[in-house]
């Protein structure tokens, strides 16, 4: 059954479904070590120029909407992608990933972005659970999954684009948790 994907909103973004017009901004903001770093080592380094219409084109948009529904976050009042939000039926073991161009870290737009894909994915794909994973270290990301309910479950080797990181935290995250989440302190 296929899905397509839905552009979303929030207060501060725009989040539309990734596409070949958006390499360039893509490849602006991602071909940066800092960004990249924490990444699963899939991802190559140096990236190759040409890597994202190569990304988008062969991995993204064939299941695009079918098993996979991938985001670009667009600022709302300024044109161009600033990241980019992937979300998986089939975890590997994580259900979703997510990176942001470094100049817009720290204004809490990814925990704005994955609280409405979150929902998204609860709400209108009927996910039951959702596995998260990152890498040890990487704060920033361990502190959107702790601030939006998720509970650590453990730590495993793991093999990203820095090789200073070998350990992953996985992450699960509930139907019923989330629900409780959004409404708050009782």
């Known amino acids: 059954m296929s899905t397509p994907v839905p552009t979303l909103t929030t207060p501060r973004l725009t989040l539309i479904a990734l596409s070949l017009t958006d390499c360039a901004d893509y490849e602006r903001h991602f071909i940066d070590y800092e960004v990249i770093r924490h990444l699963a080592r899939d991802v190559p380094w140096p990236y190759p120029a040409g890597g994202a219409a ?3 084109r062969d991995r993204v948009l064939p299941g695009q909407g079918q098993n996979r529904w991938v985001w670009g976050l667009h600022r709302r009042e300024v044109p161009g992608l600033i990241g980019a939000v992937d979300l998986w039926r089939e975890g590997r073991p994580e259900h979703r990933g997510f990176w942001l161009g470094r100049q817009f870290w720290g204004q809490g ?22 596995i998260f994973a990152n890498a040890l270290g990487n704060e920033r990301s361990h502190n959107i999954k702790e601030r939006t309910g998720a509970d650590l479950v453990e730590v495993r080797p793991g093999s990203f684009v820095d090789p200073a990181y070998d350990r992953r935290e996985i992450w699960r995250l509930t139907r019923d948790k989330w629900r409780r989440w959004k409404r708050g302190p009782a």
């Open 109 to 130: 737009l990814m925990t704005e972005a994955v609280i409405r894909i979150t929902d998204y994915a609860f709400d209108v794909l009927e996910f039951e659970e959702l």
């Open 54 to 56: 190569k990304f988008i």
